[in-house]
């Protein structure tokens, strides 16, 4: 005996409320779950949908799908991690590396020569962080109007909206920074530390624009070679 | 899964196994084929083979594939090119481990 339609709908349904959220985990599960029930019925007919659902949830132990989703969670994030990775490469290879340089060259020049030089240095890193709150911002409301809008969801799309985790990165050398700030004497008088915080601060910029626009334009290229399934539902 | 800690250090290499025997092979296949083969001794808990499938598949050694099959989508797991080459390595891995344990459990003792 073979699932039908609005049985496979409410395993659908049933991993959703087991906090399966996304539709390629999701599809995955309804399929294990209606080939373990279609074998159920095959060795005992008269049991229910329910009844036999219920058996093979119980396998996936106590915490349900949770230990599925995490992991899944963590291995695409590493992947993540790892296209972010090569794109950062990419501005230390030949021809990128001419504007890396170009931009650290540029930046050290100004505070070298600047008499507000703690001011540009703090108010570039500062300017960073309003436009990674910007970001955020919008990425909030866009996942929850895809929450609400019930269109399919995927684990790795979010992975790339959500920028693994390296949203509000940035916060964590805030202290340092502002310890710069209050003794420029001591910091940016020094060429060493000068080029060293432009490398620094040019490493960031180029880091948030891989998160917040690179990856986020090839998205699509990178859900199709993540899932086969992609294509077939989504163009 | 049975003896859960002894079988889980090898749970990878049993899947790149049966998939070098059978090509391709979904998810649920994978849990039947192995309780069919060791008459039920061992049973693959659902909990612990789809990470180590996605895990596979995400170091490269796994590929996928989608059919439509019945009203489901379907996901196929197969190895790699380089999945391929890696189970030789695991498997010859897993034989010396075995041997070794043999070794230990069951001594020849010579004088």
Redesign the interface.
């Known amino acids: 005996m073979?699932?039908?339609?609005p049985q496979?709908e409410h395993l659908f349904i049933f991993t959703r409320q087991h906090y399966v959220e996304w539709y390629d985990l999701q599809?995955?599960?309804?399929?294990?779950l209606?080939?373990?029930i279609e074998?159920q019925w095959q060795e005992n007919p008269k049991l229910s949908f329910d009844q036999a659902l219920n058996v093979e949830f119980k396998?996936?132990?106590v915490?349900g799908f949770m230990?599925?989703v995490e992991?899944?969670q963590a291995?695409?994030s590493?992947?993540y991690n790892s296209i972010v990775w090569e794109h950062f490469k990419d501005f230390f290879g030949i021809p990128k590396i001419i504007l890396t340089v170009a931009m650290t060259l540029g930046l050290y020049l100004v505070l070298k020569f600047s008499d507000y030089r703690e001011y540009i240095f703090l108010g570039t890193y500062l300017a960073l962080f309003i436009v990674m709150f910007y970001e955020l911002y919008k990425n909030h409301k866009a996942t929850k109007n895809r929450k609400q809008s019930g269109e399919k969801r995927w684990l790795f799309e979010e992975t790339i909206h959500n920028y693994g985790y390296f949203g509000g990165i940035l916060g964590v050398p805030l202290n340092f920074m502002v310890h710069i700030f209050n003794h420029p004497e001591t910091y940016l008088e020094n060429e060493y530390w000068t080029v060293g915080f432009s490398f620094f601060l040019v490493s960031l910029i180029l880091f948030l624009f891989i998160i917040f626009r690179i990856i986020p334009a090839k998205a699509e290229m990178y859900l199709i070679a993540t899932?086969?399934?992609y294509k077939?539902i989504k163009l | 899964m049975k003896n859960s800690q002894l079988y889980k250090g090898s749970l990878n290499t049993i899947i790149m196994k049966l998939l070098e025997e059978n090509g391709k092979m979904y998810g649920y296949e994978i849990t039947q084929k192995v309780k069919a083969i060791t008459q039920g001794e061992l049973n693959i808990t659902e909990g612990a083979l789809y990470p180590a499938l996605h895990k596979l598949e995400a170091e490269g050694i796994l590929d996928v594939e989608i059919e439509k099959v019945d009203n489901r989508m379907r996901k196929y797991y197969k190895l790699t090119e380089a999945g391929t080459k890696e189970t030789v390595n695991r498997l010859a891995e897993l034989e010396d481990f075995i041997r070794t344990m043999q070794s230990l459990v069951n001594p020849k003792l010579e004088f």
């Open positions: 073979k699932l039908t339609a496979i599809s995955e599960l309804v399929d294990h209606a080939n373990a074998t396998k996936f132990g915490f230990d599925v992991k899944r291995v695409l590493k992947k899932y086969p399934e077939l």
